[in-house]
Nanobody
Framework: QLQLTESGGGSAQSGGSLILSCVASRDINNYCLGWVRQAPGKDIESVVA???????TYGDSVQGRFTVFRDNAKNTLFLQMNSLKPDDTAIYFC????????????????????WGPGTQVTVSS
């Protein structure tokens, strides 16, 4: 069973930056990966989705402010969050799933098979 563990959450001022890390228990090179967030009273939202063949899709609300990158040698996925806004306040989850036929990945944020416990990000104005 793949295990994911996030870290790096915390508090920031509006306009500030945070970086989240997600350490996987094994090689995640061939997984569909993503960062997903859930704000109080709101549905889960895809922050960024990474397909097995490389395409990266950012959510509209974070495009241009957040950047995902990885350290394959350490089985670690990162999320650099810049120009933070109060609306970015949420629990952030690292998620992964085995790809489907043709290395396809689901485009639904709630269909990942493996989830970390989440890390809280709070942005104050």
């Amino acid at each position: 069973q793949l295990q994911l563990t996030e870290s790096g959450g915390g508090s920031a001022q509006s306009g500030g930056s945070l970086i989240l890390s997600c350490v996987a228990s094994r090689d995640i090179n061939n997984y569909c990966l993503g960062w997903v967030r859930q704000a109080p009273g709101k549905d889960i939202e895809s922050v960024v989705a990474i397909e097995t063949l490389g395409p990266i899709t950012y959510g509209d609300s974070v495009q241009g402010r957040f950047t995902v990158f990885r350290d394959n040698a350490k089985n670690t996925l990162f999320l650099q969050m810049n120009s933070l806004k109060p609306d970015d306040t949420a629990i952030y989850f690292c998620a992964a799933d085995e790809p489907g036929s043709g290395n396809s990945c689901s485009d639904r944020a709630d269909e990942y098979a493996h989830w970390g416990p989440g890390t809280q990000v709070t942005v104050s104005s």
